[in-house]
């Protein structure tokens, strides 16, 4: 019998061949070139660091483009905005013969979110020239909208509410609309905006008609009951640019799916700690939580080493837009929020995503784990879940198409390291002139307690990981070690287990000991001990000789059977 205590699980490196610039095939046949883009798009498409385009850019491209009505779904990340932006912008900078004050929108976008209406309208603005954008969502002032529309607009972008209003007072005229994009169409009809949704288009189609606007549905996922949807607005040729199909995953491929169980109560502090190994103090962090008041606890909890930000619907308007530009922009490293950050916000660079329970529902996780790993950057999802949750992790597994990885809460080595990392980068970061004014005090320091150990303890203070606390893989739990009792041949039932454990530790230690459960193929079992009897365990098993051979490892993860 071999036994183990907590340790740090350490993933292989995936060897995956991955499409390069290098590859000159790949490239030529999305280059710029093979597209009717005109200079000027595409010398603002590289002010972006785009090259070329991507794979549901340029598979909608000439459907777009040629006003096709077109149902589009691929994974979260890909670029689904450009898709219909970069087309649509092309063919009015074109046709564009009339700029009138207070000419009709030519081109209206509708989206679930306010934050995903601003997005969309500063995507079509990256691309365009001498085409009036205007964005139009609820919790902002109605004078600027209305003063836009005196001014004239091309493209509208905007919320069902706010420009239901702006119909209803007779402020907006969409009548001459030719191209109508609905984005995250399955959200904003699941969301209750279908009948607002309707009567927003009832100005612009006619039942039968081919003068209808061109049609374009965008989003991640589609249940069947949005094809249904879209029958009534799209004509029966209609094309599917379906990118993801019959394959099981859903997901972003670029996103590794990690599983943490932790009981609620242990959940706060369980985060920081994993912000802390995963994305370190200078990465970037989305958690998502399911409801404001989480949120609020979350983002203000002392134990976060990181800057944390709220963001969620009883915000200001005003104030969430500041927050996201803050995120972006990297004021701050830990965004805290409920589900309107999930959908198209496309923020660079985010190292991590936690979900600190299952969600309700398969589309949402897709979503808000495609806030990580965007635009081929790869990146890390976690969800917490409690053991009793583990039915609801598998449903995301199965139905999602991606399989979870089950790892420990991370442990003191873990945050070691890490917090070893973050402050030499902190280090790099002191001007030399502010280093003279410590070399005294430094000098001194080392010759009283030797430069390796002076280094160690400022390194330690630096990084915060002055205390740390030992944590249970099981259910991290703090104040407790978990321990594996691996065994040579297959364990039929637990009594076996405690019968050596009485041999080997004593009959008073079986008092200390949780949790048990066995390993994966019931090759043994693993268990909670105190952290502070695991010395005592120790010095019982040297004591005498055990009647099965066993070793103590400090870096074995436990892998119990699900």
């Known amino acids: 019998m071999v036994l183990f205590l907590n340790g740090v699980e350490t993933p292989k490196k995936k060897s995956k061949k991955e499409k390069t610039e290098g590859d000159s095939e790949w490239v030529c046949w999305w280059a710029f070139s093979n597209f009717r883009i005109s200079e000027v798009t595409i010398n603002k498409l590289k002010a972006r660091g785009v090259s070329y385009l991507f794979d549901i850019q340029a598979k909608t491209f000439n459907p777009v483009y040629d006003g096709e009505d077109l149902i589009a779904q691929a994974r979260t990340g890909t670029g689904k905005t450009f898709s219909f932006a970069i087309p649509l912008v092309e063919k009015l900078q074109k046709n564009m013969t009339e700029y009138t004050r207070g000419r009709s929108p030519k081109v209206l976008v509708l989206t679930p979110t306010r934050e995903?209406?601003?997005?969309?309208?500063?995507?079509f603005k990256d691309v365009s020239k001498r085409v009036s954008i205007a964005c139009f969502y609820g919790g902002s002032s109605y004078m600027p909208q209305i003063e836009a529309i005196r001014n004239g607009i091309d493209v509208l972008v905007g919320t069902p509410g706010r420009i239901k209003d702006h119909l209803q007072n007779n402020k907006l005229d969409l009548s001459k609309v030719k191209h109508v994009v609905l984005d995250e169409v399955d959200q904003m009809l699941d969301m209750g905006f279908a009948e607002q949704v309707e009567e927003i288009l009832g100005s612009s189609y006619h039942k039968d008609s081919d003068s209808n606007p061109q049609t374009l549905l965008f989003s991640a996922?589609?249940?069947?009951?949005?094809?249904?949807?879209?029958?009534?607005?799209?004509?029966p040729g209609c094309k599917h640019v379906d990118l993801i199909g019959k394959k099981t995953q859903k997901a972003a491929t670029t996103v590794e799916h990690l599983a943490i169980t932790c009981h609620w109560s242990q959940r706060i502090a369980v985060l920081a700690d994993v912000i802390q190994v995963y994305s370190g103090s200078h990465g970037k962090t989305i958690v998502f939580c399911e409801t404001k008041k989480d949120v609020n606890e979350l983002s203000l909890n002392s134990s976060l080493k990181q800057s944390a930000q709220s963001l969620h619907g009883d915000i200001p308007q005003k104030q969430r837009e500041t927050t996201l530009k803050g995120f972006r922009n990297g004021t701050f490293e830990v965004l805290v929020a409920t589900n309107v950050a999930a959908r198209g916000l496309d923020i660079p660079e985010v190292d991590l995503v936690i979900q600190c329970s299952p969600p309700k529902d398969v589309e949402s996780y897709i979503h808000r784990s495609g806030r990580t790993g965007r635009a081929g950057r790869t990146g890390v999802c976690i969800c917490f879940y409690q053991?009793?949750?583990?039915?609801?992790?598998?449903?995301?597994?199965n139905k999602a198409g991606i399989t979870f990885r089950r790892v420990g809460v991370p442990t003191a080595n873990d945050i070691i390291k890490s917090s070893s990392k973050d402050a030499v980068r902190f280090l790099d970061s002191v001007p030399a002139a502010a280093i003279d004014y410590f070399r005294v005090s430094a000098e001194k320091l080392i010759a009283e307690r030797g430069a390796v150990d002076a280094l160690a303890a400022a390194l330690a203070h630096i990084s915060g990981a002055t205390s740390l606390e030992q944590r249970s893989l099981l259910n991290s739990d703090a104040g407790y070690t978990t321990v594996q009792l691996v065994c040579s041949q297959e364990c039929h039932n637990l009594g076996y287990v405690w019968r050596t454990i009485k041999e080997q530790l004593g009959e008073q230690f079986e008092n200390h000991i949780h949790r048990m459960t066995f390993l994966k193929g019931k090759m043994g079992v693993c268990f909670d001990v105190p952290a502070d009897k695991v010395k005592e365990m120790q010095v019982r098993t040297t004591r005498k000789t055990p009647s099965v051979p066993y070793r103590i490892s400090s870096n074995k993860p436990c892998n119990p059977e699900q």
Request: glycine content about 0%; some cysteine; hydrophobic content about 35%.
């Open 116 to 123: 995903l209406a601003i997005q969309v309208a500063k995507d």
């Open 387 to 397: 053991r009793k949750e583990e039915d609801q992790l598998r449903y995301v597994e």
């Open 221 to 235: 996922t589609c249940p069947p009951w949005v094809y249904e949807v879209a029958k009534k607005y799209m004509r």
